[in-house]
């Protein structure tokens, strides 16, 4: 499914977009946000406007002829209701799905450059995660996602830390280091090949004695867990298709005030474009809708890498 976007130069894009809903009332089908956002439908696809700085537009249609026509037709009434044809609309070229950047390239770097940094071990890991799983290593955080997993369990004051997907032991490092004085992480995964390198720099890093490994489905682990609501973070990096039984396994064990995290909830842009299809793709939709909704917790969802869920147990 294409989206393409665009910032309309208005001096004030609250009252513009109450005079374009206002105008297009009687031939689309409008839903208005508590915050001012407005959807507008019409038969081609849909246009969500946002009004900020300018009035920020998304268009979305089934196919790349349905939103040529969608843009054409908002662009007319928008003009219209600006009251002239000069008013400029530069729409951005149309991507779907996995095409999505996002986080531009240089902020990313910048945002690299601007976090408590990879010490050497880490970078080391880096390195050699690269030379030793190929293609894989894209599995593992990033530096700055790391960094702030040990900020979340340094705020956490966490004792009881659980960890799903270990691979080569990036994100446990972190998370282990973040533990308060005599707390303990339990990182689960199913590769005994990934994580004896995650075992090599949990020794190196001085973080090998909190932390137990269990190897085995992520799911048998955490079932086998006593019942009492103890965990104070944990952080789900898995398979996907998993995601929403670890989550309801760790909520359900998460004391009030606990923290989980979840990685990958855009998958790679996919989740936001309802053309995927695959299994992955709505389990993380109906999850990432699901946690929203979730009256136990309180949820943010950040553009962290390729999207991370916090949620804290109310
Ligand atoms: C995305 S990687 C984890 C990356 C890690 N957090 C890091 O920063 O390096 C996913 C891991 O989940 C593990 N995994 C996949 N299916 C699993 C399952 N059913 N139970 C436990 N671990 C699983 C894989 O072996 C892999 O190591």
Redesign the pocket.
Known sequence: MPFSTATIAVPHPARYLRLVTARLDQEASMDHAADGRATITFSQGTCVLTPARGLDVIAAAADSAALASLRDTLTRHLRRCAGGEDLEIAWTEAVSGEDMQITDPVVGDYLLRHCTGTDGLLGELTVV?REATGT?AG???AAD??AFLTMLTRMADARHAV??????????I?IARGLAAGGRLLA????DE??SI?RRYWQRAGVADRIDLRI????E?LQALPAEPRIDIA?I???KP?YPAYYEEIVSRLRPGGLVVL??VFLGGEVLDPAYQEEHHTVMRRLNDQITADERMDSVMLPVRDGITIARKR
């Open positions: 995660t894989a599995m593992q955080v996602e790391g960890e799903v997907g270990v691979f080569t032991g990036y994100s446990s972190c689960c995964d199913i590769s990934w994580t995650a085995g489905p992520a799911i682990t952080f990096d898995a398979d998993g990685d990958n």
